[in-house]
């Protein structure tokens, strides 16, 4: 089936016997995406134009499709039509549709963007009444937040494609197949901007999709001006690019912040205002020992990813520690298990894991997802943590039912499932895995065709060993009032909703005598006539929202490289006091955890903060979550217990709400605009009319500015930020072998352990979407525990073929392979030698060489193959604890010879 891409088309009548309608697709004239990204987030405007080709048939309806990243927040819509110029504001679908439609028929031009309602991350746009030989232009804003990429850079994704994302469907008027045609030969042109905060510094920008040129030191936009580390643009070097895959940025910046927390005040809406906080925390808590079982997509649509799915899982495999239960799940349009249960991680069962995955074929039909997960949490040994790693080219639709069953099992477990997924290929469905990620306490990773999964898979493996952190909670300090106490609010307090005395009077009245008044079966002044208002049901309940709204309402499990992003919509109500820090807390079963971080005021009202809040609070409804669900009234009753008839009203209520308010659309409220003079829009006010054209008779300017979303004046951004490992922050931390219980976000703590050389874990950057106006940093509330000792730096790699006629990657995965189930390598010299080039020799202190061979393939691999850290590090890991507790001779000495063989090689 050919791809499914974004295009404009309208339906006409087939004369095919099984089909009532066609697509046919309004020729593209140009398509190009200008973005702009600022530290951890983007803001990208989407440009494309079209044509009705034909002199004299007008087009009554078309239909636009388009696929946006998860997660990203929709803030402008303007769609020119011939001489008309179309502005887009947002109301309730509902509303929005009838606006829509009422102006159709009066033959006036309009336009509705709307959510699909299988995949948030899919769009549509309706365009009524072109005219013949019209041209439409139609203009797409939209803001969100960057996936961290590694341990310093941010990974930036255009999608362009529609299917395989999701396949086909029948729907002829939805997203069936697609005539070739449909995408212009000229491709898409793509710009992307990089404006990180003064004081960082870009080290490369790299495409793993498409070829790029990139411009050091300026943006595409900027006039002459001194060159800057700060700033970089990338385009197609071949100035455009076909709509098949999706386009991936990947930047990399040195220190490209600290924890954060930036509070914004809403520019129109009066005493309104939001507060982000980001941070990829900083702290090392002992392993534990879960079970794991590797989901793995063997569908049609992995034919040609199965050779990397392979090469992955085999990494996998072998860096798992001793202590764990493992299995694997293939699935297609069924599944099947290696066991019936997860076994002991053992030599043998590893040999049989490792025989089986060789075996992996694209065999197994369509991709059910959901039937391989409930699979393999009803097969869990419920007695210990299940973490789920799952693999896909993410080929479903109807996610709600996925995420929702997800929901279920990590609740009623208390958080003991977690879900790591990673979506392979160029048309991964981002809202499929991301939504799975945020339902299943994980968090999520794509790869392009040809990308390693190496460094990936090695990621998820480390946070599906991290112990589980839960109890999260999120304090807001204040400004002292005076000297006697400090004021915080926490945001669980919030919880409880006071219901108006309306709701309270619904309740059965009584007697002064404390019994309920008896009802007479005949009375002769009753009104038999029947209660027309009665009859479209109760109204809803009244519930204000809190005062701190928290998005997401669930703060996700937190992992030492993994940024998250946590926002708070302040009501009015907390107005009259100046926040100064904001406190998140958090249990283990090592200990309390904390961080606190400054408040850092914007110097002028904006709104992109409100809007990515907004958008937050509103994929929580979405996805079956948010604080509706975790509101209760004054007398502790949960509000979805007390109406669990109208759950789904009140969290509809509470999406329009959102989306009305700060312009976000949603499953529930969508753009609508109808054509009007100069920047008019049509907008109907609550409690406005429609007038005798369908649509509302309230006109007014355009509420979106056009300026630039991320604009802040120059000095905002001019202090270099300090970093957590700053020597001041390390003075009172003496015993570098010492395991703290009391343990903090921000810095790494580690149990009693051998130093290991190059580190002992990831660590993440994080950012916020506006630079640090001073160097301010966190301040820790807990006693800092040691930090693991700083690396030296590490040797040049030799990314060329060496004397053995081996890639660097491939002697690689020649060194795991060969890596015994224990963390040691076999005393096989012969073989050893064949893989590094040179004779290892005998051990220089006699006795055993399994640990001198274990000594120089580690010293090998952190030498030579520094570059492949994120590979290996799991692998030596294990190898060193091997060491450890096998040993009994002077592992120094040992690791002194084996640096000495290694360099003279």
């Known amino acids: 089936m050919p791809t499914v891409i974004c295009g404009c088309y309208y339906l006409v009548d087939s004369t095919e016997r099984y089909r009532r309608h066609e697509k046919h697709y309004l020729p593209l004239v140009s398509s ?140 002829p008027t939805t997203f069936g197949s697609v005539r070739a045609h449909a995408q212009h030969e000229g491709g898409v042109q793509i710009v992307v901007d990089v404006d990180m905060p003064t004081g960082s510094s870009i080290k490369g920008l790299q495409s793993p999709s498409h070829p790029i040129a990139v411009s050091m030191g300026t943006v595409s936009t900027a006039s002459e001006a001194d060159p800057a580390m700060s700033k970089a643009s990338a385009t197609l070097s071949l100035g455009s690019a076909t709509l098949e895959k999706d386009f991936v940025l990947i930047v990399q910046v040195k220190d490209i912040g600290t924890p954060k927390a930036i509070l914004e005040t809403h520019p129109t809406i009066p005493n309104h205002r939001a507060l982000m906080a980001t941070l990829v925390p900083k702290f090392a808590l002992p392993t534990c020992h879960p079970e794991i079982v590797f989901v793995a997509d063997r569908s049609g649509s992995m034919q040609g990813n199965i050779p990397m799915l392979v090469s992955a899982m085999k990494v996998f495999l072998k860096s798992m520690p001793a202590g764990v239960k493992f299995n694997i799940c293939s699935f297609g349009s069924s599944f099947s298990f290696l066991w019936p249960n997860s076994q002991s991680y053992t030599a043998d069962n590893l040999a049989e894991a490792i025989r089986h995955v060789g075996t992996f074929d694209s065999n197994m039909g369509g991709t059910q997802t959901f039937e391989a997960i409930e699979a393999t949490v009803t097969r869990r040994w419920s007695d210990l943590p299940l973490e789920i790693m799952l693999l896909t080219d993410g080929d479903i639709w109807d996610q709600d039912e996925l995420f929702t069953y997800i929901n279920q099992q990590v609740e009623e477990t208390k958080g003991n499932i977690r879900i790591f997924p990673l979506g392979i290929g160029g048309g991964v469905s981002h809202s499929l895995i991301e939504g799975v990620a945020r339902a299943g306490n994980g968090f999520a990773q794509a790869v392009q065709n040809g990308e390693r999964l190496d460094s990936c898979v090695v990621r998820m493996l480390r946070g599906a060993l991290s112990p589980h952190i839960t109890d999260y909670s999120l304090e807001v300090k204040y400004e002292h009032e005076d000297d006697e106490f400090e004021v915080i609010d926490k945001v669980t307090d919030g919880m409880k909703i006071l219901l108006s005395d309306s709701e309270e009077s619904q309740a059965p009245s009584k007697a002064l005598d404390g019994k309920e008044p008896t009802i ?49 919509l302040l009501s009015p109500e907390t107005y009259q006091r100046n926040p100064t820090a904001i406190v998140l807390r958090a249990t283990s079963a090592h200990g309390p955890l904390a961080l606190e971080i400054p408040i850092e005021l914007l110097p002028s009202p904006q709104d992109t903060i409100h809007k990515l809040a907004a958008k937050k609070a509103v994929q929580d409804l979405e996805e079956g979550r948010g604080w509706i669900y975790d509101a209760k009234d004054q007398k502790g009753i949960l509000i979805k217990d007390r109406y669990p008839s109208r759950l789904d009203e009140l969290v509809t209520k509470e999406g329009v709400r959102l989306g009305e308010k700060f312009q976000i659309p949603s499953k529930w409220c969508s753009f609508v605009a109808v054509a009007a003079s100069g920047k008019e829009i049509s907008k109907r006010e609550a409690g406005d009319k429609y007038n005798d ?52 976000f921000g810095v790494q703590a580690a149990k009693k352990m051998p130093p290991m050389r190059g580190g002992g874990g990831f660590s993440g950057r994080g950012g916020s979407i506006f630079a640090s106006p001073s160097s301010a940093h966190a301040r820790y ?108 001779i002077d592992l120094e000495g040992l690791e002194k010879e084996a640096a000495k063989l290694v360099d003279r090689t």
């Open 781 to 888: 509330i807990s006693p800092p525990a040691a930090p693991s000792p700083s690396p030296p730096p590490p040797a040049a790699t030799n990314s060329e073929v060496d004397s053995t006629g081996r890639e660097p990657l491939e002697k690689l995965h020649s060194i795991i392979a060969l890596q015994d189930f224990d963390g040691s390598w076999p005393v096989d010299k012969a073989e050893i030698s064949r893989i590094l080039g040179f004779d290892v020799g005998e051990n220089p202190q006699g006795g055993n060489k399994s640990p001198w061979v274990t000594v120089v393939m580690v010293c090998y691999l952190e030498k030579k193959l520094a570059d492949e850290k994120d590979t290996w590090e799991l692998v030596v890991e294990k190898a060193r604890a091997w060491l450890v507790d096998t040993v009994t």
């Open 32 to 171: 190009s995406f200008h973005s702009r990204i600022l530290s951890t987030t983007s803001s990208t405007v989407l440009t494309q134009n079209f044509t009705n080709p034909s002199p004299s048939e007008p087009v009554k309806e078309c239909i636009y499709e388009f696929p946006l990243y998860d997660g990203v927040s929709v803030v402008k819509f303007t769609c020119r039509i011939g001489e008309d110029v179309l502005h887009g504001i947002v109301k309730e679908s509902v509303d929005a549709k009838a606006i829509f439609d009422s102006a159709v028929a009066k033959g006036k031009t309009a336009a509705l963007l709307e959510q699909a309602p299988q995949a948030a991350d899919v769009f549509s746009i309706k365009l009524g009444n072109i005219p013949a030989g019209g041209k439409v232009v139609v203009e797409t804003t939209y803001i969100g937040e960057l996936k961290a990429h590694e341990s310093d850079g941010v990974r930036f994704t255009i999608p362009t494609s529609i299917a395989p994302r999701y396949g086909s469907r029948s729907d």
């Open 520 to 568: 007479s079966l005949f009375d002769s002044t009753a009104n038999l006539e029947p209660d027309l208002g009665a009859s479209r049901g109760p109204t809803l309940p009244t519930i204000s929202p809190p005062k701190l709204l928290q998005a997401p309402n669930k703060i996700p499990s937190l992992f030492p490289f993994s940024r998250t992003t946590v926002y708070l």
């Open 693 to 744: 054209d369908g649509y509302a008779s309230c006109i007014e300017e355009e509420a979106e500015s056009d300026g630039d979303l991320f604009d802040l004046p120059s000095e905002f951004s001019r202090a270099p930020h300090a970093t957590l490992s700053e020597p001041s922050t390390r003075a009172a931390m003496t015993d570098t072998r010492s395991y703290t219980p009391y343990a903090s």
